[in-house]
């Protein structure tokens, strides 16, 4: 076994409402920042899991993004398997 | 009617629901979330608050707790199941219901009396109330923003599974009733089987004279009234 270190962004789905972004865009352009178009609100979150390989990590993260860290109706969901962060888990 | 009132940490609705349900005549129970069965009961409810202080999503940890499994088992036989603001959140998180609750579009906590228009007299939930009657019942709530899919949409719109919708006081759908953004200003859905239903207000504190308002009882002389077919789980 392994330990992997994933990186799971969970991002609003495109189009969809996003309160939180709109407000921080606004603040931004009272900063002067005019050019920002558009500002997105996602979470990001860092697993730290033992898995036989990278696939398996990546594997395992999808499951859970379906069945818990995202919400399929409102959520779209990228993962990073850091593979310069594993290491062998001494048996 | 025995009921049963699942409780998680962090529910603050759960004994206004008890009371409520003695109220109307019926006997309440609660039910730990951490319990595995939810016995001999004829309808559910999942109280509002903010289980796991809203975590992750809320709601979406309350789903993973042991009793979910009982209350989808439940839901599945045809028991009525019952969720208020974080309970509805928790049905749509469950995928007991359909959509989702998102950040008010505002991004502040609402708590606020709204007007609800009764969209349809035909639920066993809605029974009780005349066809589109305004009630007026209190919203307390940072993530009730109801989101679907045009699709999605269209079928709750086409099937009549809307049960409340915010208005004004008197009742016509404006952008300036809707408190939080939600689509079609839906307040209020029920499930494709007519069994399970959620609603971000709060029935449950509007059953007093008290309270300000007695229209929330609706509801719960509807559900009371209703004789389940199924002899729960």
Redesign the interface.
């Known amino acids: 076994m392994t330990r992997f270190r994933l990186e799971v962004r969970v991002v609003p789905r495109p189009g969809l409402l996003d309160p939180e972004g709109k407000a921080i865009q606004s603040a931004l352009h009272s900063l002067d920042y005019d050019s920002v178009r558009d500002v997105r609100v996602g979470k990001l979150l860092y697993l730290d899991l033992e898995a036989n390989s990278s696939d398996e990590a990546r594997e395992r993260a999808e499951a859970m993004c379906e069945r818990l860290l995202a919400n399929p109706v409102t959520e779209d969901y990228q993962i990073d398997v850091q593979d310069d962060a594993q290491e062998t888990v001494p048996a | 009617m025995r009921v049963s009132i699942v409780t998680f940490p962090g529910s603050n609705c759960d004994y206004d629901l008890y009371k409520c349900i003695q109220l109307v005549g019926g006997t309440p129970e609660f039910r730990w979330h951490r319990e595995r069965e939810l016995g001999n009961v004829d309808a559910v409810m999942l109280p509002g608050g903010f289980s796991y202080g809203d975590y ?2 809320a709601g ?1 940890i309350a789903t ?1 707790s042991p009793i979910m499994d009982s209350v989808k088992s439940f839901a599945e036989g045809g028991g009525p199941v019952v969720g208020i603001c974080n309970g509805f959140q928790m049905l ?2 469950a995928g007991l219901l ?3 609750l ?6 502040l906590f609402a708590s606020q009396d709204v007007h609800l228009r009764v969209e349809t007299t035909s639920s066993m939930f809605t029974g009780a109330y005349a066809e589109r009657q305004i009630l007026r019942m209190p919203i307390a709530h940072a993530e009730g ?1 109801y ?3 045009d699709e999605t949409l269209g079928r709750l719109e086409g099937d009549g599974r809307v049960l409340f919708r915010y208005t004004d006081a008197v009742g016509e759908v404006t952008d300036d009733a809707n408190p939080n ?1 939600s689509a079609h200003g839906i307040a209020g859905i029920l499930n494709e089987a007519g069994n399970v239903m959620g609603m971000m207000p709060h029935p449950e504190r509007a059953v007093e004279e008290i309270l300000g308002s007695v229209d929330g009882l609706g509801l719960f002389e509807a559900l009371l009234s209703h004789r389940s077919p199924v002899g729960a789980a």
């Open positions: 992750l999503r979406a993973m749509c998180e359909e959509g989702a998102l950040r008010n579009r505002q991004l923003s989101y679907a899919d953004g």
